[in-house]
């Protein structure tokens, strides 16, 4: 029996948080500090007190952290999938730090559905490789005007080097023998989760909602941080470059 089976009801947010969470981490362990150096970086360019776009916020992971680190900063999460916001409006209700807006970000008019025209920080994490590359570079022309002068976008997600494909291959083979063994020891994976929720009296629509929407998982691209960069400048940003990598994921900074 899983943790969610015994401590979930469907109402529990925190617990269904958390299960989250740990479903993340067993593809990305090095996950939390990835979100530290993110925040760094907030505060290294906006300060304590920031307004920041939680771009494709999922189940609102940047938003909790962003709130435990600057208490007095405000939050826009946007995403399309009812079954995470279902869950990130359970968590958050009654905050009125933090506004949740529906939207689809393929949608060349999701900007207007915004509270505010410009944002101190745009962040987003494990995301963005469900786009392929036309409507990425297209999304980041939008976020160029989005950010104000002197702020930041960050993306942290999946970025590969095809040049070196001996390295990648090694960096898979190990982090798939860890992941088994993680999996051994009772860890779910997405798929499992995914079916967790469809068990759930309150997800249960949500989720078969989102699968109508999305499909089973991404048919997006994952371009190196080298074309993450490149593209960010082309469309606006003055500055962009990786601020933190593991073997398998960047985290890159574009500053406006």
Known sequence: MTDMETTA???DWQAW?????????WYMPDREE???VMLDMVEAFTGDEPRVLDLACGTGSITARLFDRFPKATSTGIDLDPALLAIA???FDGDDRVTFVEADLKDPDWPARLPYET?????TATALHWFRAEPLERLYGQLAGLVRHGGVFMNADHMIDDTTPRINAAERTLRRARMDQAQKAGALDWAEWWQLAAKDPVLAAPTARRFEIYGDHADGEM?????HARVL?????AEARPVW??????LLLALK
């Open 119 to 123: 944002y101190d920080a745009v962040l």
């Open 233 to 237: 400048r082309d469309k606006g940003f």
């Open 9 to 11: 009801t469907g109402t």
């Open 245 to 250: 990598c593991s073997p398998s994921d960047t």
């Open 17 to 25: 948080q958390r299960s989250w969470d740990r479903q993340q981490e």
């Open 89 to 91: 409006r359970g968590t």
């Open 34 to 36: 990835r979100f530290r």
């Open 223 to 227: 371009p190196s941080a080298a074309w």
